[in-house]
């Protein structure tokens, strides 16, 4: 072990198309995060799970993303109908949770470009 | 609104010299509180944690939490050209259930060799 892994590392794709994103939390991990990140700006909260349930989503999350975690392993976020807006890096995190301490723990990213 | 503040710089340094670098956020139930180095181009790798108020060190890093004032600062200690990158404070908000962090923009820091 290893760290958080996100694949892919780079994403291009063109208006109107879905993508998938991946991500493989450290292993005893139980909280899984997701952010976007901007030139410039620092990481916006996007969503979390706790093991496989999905406790909370952040305004930024249209209806255009759905992100999900089955069996509590991996997650994956999906986002339909890309918008050039939606181009942005896109950070996995996890953690091993417990009262309020967290030290989130974050991937590679995927960095997305929709042309 | 929710917010962490800190100044953009970019913040230069000699080598050598102690980088001074800060934070501000707004919701005084706060509880926990992070700065996160982050390289051009890589993802943001945690180096300090801090929870009470005071000083907390860590070989050539402190941070420092003064909760009255909500204030969070990082120095670092005999600067080096390897510590140039952007540093992001992080902050999670009280709350039930919420295990949001919010982070600031960040501060860029150059240490000129």
């Known amino acids: 072990d290893t760290g958080v892994s996100q694949n892919p590392r780079h994403k291009i794709t063109k208006r109107g198309q879905n993508v998938t994103f991946r991500c493989d939390p450290i292993?005893?991990?139980?909280?899984l995060y997701w952010y976007r990140q901007t030139l410039g700006q620092g990481p916006e909260f996007l969503t979390y799970?706790?093991?496989?349930?999905?406790?909370?989503k952040s305004r930024l999350l249209s209806d255009r993303f759905s992100a999900e975690r089955p069996k509590g392993s991996f997650s994956t976020l999906e986002i339909q109908r890309t918008e050039q807006g939606d181009s942005a890096m896109y950070l996995c995190a996890s953690s091993l949770g417990g009262w309020s301490n967290e030290k989130l723990f974050f991937g590679s990213g995927t960095q997305l470009s929709v042309l | 609104q929710k917010e962490v503040e800190q100044n953009s710089g970019p913040l230069s340094v000699p080598e050598g010299a102690i980088a001074s670098l800060n934070c501000t956020y707004s919701?005084?139930?706060?509880?926990?509180f992070f700065w996160y180095r982050q390289y051009s181009g890589k993802s943001p790798e945690l180096i300090m944690s801090?929870?009470?108020?005071g000083d907390k060190e860590d070989g050539r890093f402190t941070a420092q939490l003064n909760k009255a004032s909500q204030y969070v600062s990082l120095l670092i200690r005999d600067s080096q050209p390897s510590d140039s990158a952007t540093y992001l404070c992080?902050?999670?908000?009280?709350?039930?259930?919420?295990?949001?962090?919010?982070f600031g923009k960040g501060t860029k820091l150059s240490v000129i060799p």
């Open positions: 801090i929870y009470s108020n």
């Open positions: 292993s005893e991990h139980n909280r």
């Open positions: 992080a902050v999670t908000y009280s709350g039930a259930g919420s295990y949001q962090l919010t």
């Open positions: 919701d005084r139930g706060s509880q926990s």
């Open positions: 799970f706790q093991n496989e349930a999905q406790l909370e």
